[in-house]
């Protein structure tokens, strides 16, 4: 429900609008869950093959919508652990959206391992809450931070931009840019794109 009310759309409309989408022909999708995201994009390029990447018990909902937008010849759902087991290799695009939010370590592992299943000047797309650079906003992400702060589960668990980008980069990322997601979300979250070094 929630990703069909404009998350869906004006992501697919960021992603398909980057110069490097219409030459793609192979794109993952971490934690893909229902597989709308990787569908749509399949559907925006007919030379795309997706791969919705999730764990074993959400890959019957994923294969239940390629069925229904009849996608089987190019997207598949494949379950597994993403932070332990292999990916695949050269990716073109690789996509997460709000799956993931590990500590800096898991954070670096995880990047390491994307890096490692592109090509060369592929891209890293994240769909994530991020915080400003001075920590004080979005209002929303600073106040989730305090409530489980509060709540006894740790520091905060969402970075700055800065943060996030130091991360990409010691991975083998160049951070690209950053899109402002609010005109199409609920929530404040924002759109990161990187480029595999």
Same mark, same amino acid.
């Given at each position: 429900?929630?990703?069909l009310l404009?998350? $869906?759309?004006?992501?697919?409309?960021?992603?398909?609008?980057? +110069?490097?989408?219409? @030459?793609?022909?192979?794109?993952? #999708?971490?934690?893909?869950?229902?597989? *709308?995201?990787?569908?749509?994009l399949?559907?925006?390029? +007919?030379d795309?093959?997706?791969?919705?990447?999730?764990?074993? =018990? &959400? &890959? +019957?909902?994923a294969q239940?919508y390629?069925r229904?937008? @009849?996608?089987?010849?190019r &997207?598949r759902?494949?379950?597994g #652990?993403?932070?332990?087991?292999?990916?695949? =290799?050269d990716y073109?695009i690789?996509? =997460?959206?709000? !799956?993931?939010?590990g500590?800096n370590?898991?954070?670096?592992?995880?990047?390491? /391992?994307?890096?490692? /299943?592109?090509?060369?000047d592929?891209?890293?797309?994240?769909?994530t809450?991020?915080l400003?650079?001075d920590? %004080?906003?979005? $209002?929303?992400?600073?106040?989730?931070? *305090?409530?489980?702060s509060?709540?006894?589960?740790? +520091?905060? /668990?969402h970075?700055?931009?800065? #943060? $996030?980008f $130091?991360?990409l =980069?010691q991975?083998?990322? &160049?951070?690209?840019?950053?899109? #402002?997601? /609010?005109?199409?979300?609920? @929530?404040?979250m924002?759109?990161?794109? !990187?480029? %595999?070094?």
């Amino acid at each position: 429900g929630y990703s069909l009310l404009g998350r $869906l759309q004006g992501t697919v409309a960021q992603v398909t609008a980057l +110069p490097e989408f219409k @030459n793609a022909k192979k794109l993952i #999708d971490l934690g893909g869950g229902h597989g *709308l995201f990787g569908i749509a994009l399949a559907q925006e390029n +007919p030379d795309l093959e997706v791969v919705i990447f999730d764990r074993p =018990e &959400v &890959v +019957p909902t994923a294969q239940k919508y390629i069925r229904r937008y @009849n996608m089987e010849d190019r &997207v598949r759902a494949v379950g597994g #652990d993403y932070m332990v087991d292999d990916l695949g =290799e050269d990716y073109d695009i690789v996509f =997460e959206a709000c !799956s993931f939010g590990g500590n800096n370590q898991r954070c670096s592992t995880l990047f390491r /391992s994307i890096a490692g /299943s592109m090509k060369k000047d592929g891209l890293f797309i994240r769909l994530t809450f991020t915080l400003d650079d001075d920590g %004080k906003g979005p $209002l929303e992400v600073t106040l989730w931070d *305090l409530k489980n702060s509060l709540g006894g589960r740790g +520091p905060k /668990s969402h970075r700055t931009n800065a #943060d $996030l980008f $130091l991360i990409l =980069e010691q991975a083998g990322f &160049v951070p690209r840019k950053i899109v #402002d997601m /609010s005109p199409w979300c609920f @929530n404040p979250m924002r759109l990161i794109i !990187s480029s %595999k070094t």
